[in-house]
């Protein structure tokens, strides 16, 4: 959590939602272990046991690192910042990327995580395929809403649970 900037509590809640604290867990798209990393993310990071639950962390903890990365060049706020990690670890950058651009286009603030929610309607019909801000296509988008909006709501929960933040 301290290489993301992140409170612990955060980390725990986005471990939380993808795998309950199962080190064992797998999906049925091939993501694996604590942190639910794809096995081609984690060679990307140089990473080749995805059940070793300190190698999970490593590789999810770097992929989120380089997705913020791409967020915090957009001068976003800390909450919008982590907004849009989350909802590029669930979706992909390239989704998110896709929102952002199509928020540009429909004069929408693309660094707010709430007007893209709202947009992403749009982004369900068939119309969107002509759309030029749009590189992939049609985007459902609720599995991605709810993950943020699940992992803030365990950070609230952790948040109560431990206060002061301390382990």
């Given at each position: 959590?301290?290489?993301?900037?992140?409170?612990?509590?955060?980390?725990?809640?986005?471990?939380?939602?993808?795998?309950?604290?199962?080190?064992?867990?797998?999906?049925?798209?091939?993501?694996?272990?604590?942190?639910?990393?794809?096995?081609?993310?984690?060679?990307?990071?140089?990473?080749?046991?995805?059940?070793?639950?300190?190698?999970?962390?490593?590789?999810?903890?770097?992929?989120?690192?380089?997705?913020?990365?791409?967020?915090?060049?957009?001068?976003?706020?800390q909450?919008?910042?982590?907004?849009?990690?989350?909802?590029?670890?669930?979706?992909?950058?390239?989704?998110?990327?896709?929102?952002?651009?199509?928020?540009?286009?429909?004069?929408?603030?693309?660094?707010?995580?709430?007007?893209?929610?709202n947009?992403?309607?749009?982004?369900?019909e068939?119309?969107i395929?002509?759309?030029?801000?749009?590189?992939?296509?049609?985007?459902?988008?609720?599995?991605?809403?709810?993950?943020?909006?699940?992992?803030?709501?365990?950070?609230?929960?952790?948040?109560?649970?431990?206060?002061?933040?301390?382990?």
């Amino acid at each position: 959590a301290m290489d993301l900037g992140w409170d612990w509590r955060m980390l725990a809640s986005v471990i939380y939602q993808e795998s309950r604290f199962s080190i064992g867990s797998s999906s049925f798209r091939g993501a694996q272990g604590l942190m639910q990393v794809m096995p081609s993310t984690a060679e990307h990071y140089g990473i080749d046991d995805l059940l070793n639950p300190e190698k999970n962390l490593k590789a999810g903890t770097k992929h989120l690192k380089r997705l913020q990365k791409i967020f915090e060049k957009a001068g976003m706020d800390q909450t919008e910042l982590i907004k849009f990690t989350l909802a590029a670890y669930n979706a992909g950058e390239g989704r998110i990327a896709d929102c952002r651009r199509f928020a540009e286009a429909k004069a929408a603030d693309s660094n707010n995580w709430d007007e893209i929610v709202n947009l992403i309607p749009l982004m369900r019909e068939d119309s969107i395929i002509d759309e030029p801000s749009v590189k992939l296509g049609k985007f459902k988008g609720h599995e991605t809403i709810d993950y943020v909006e699940s992992v803030l709501s365990h950070y609230d929960a952790f948040c109560e649970i431990c206060p002061s933040g301390l382990i």
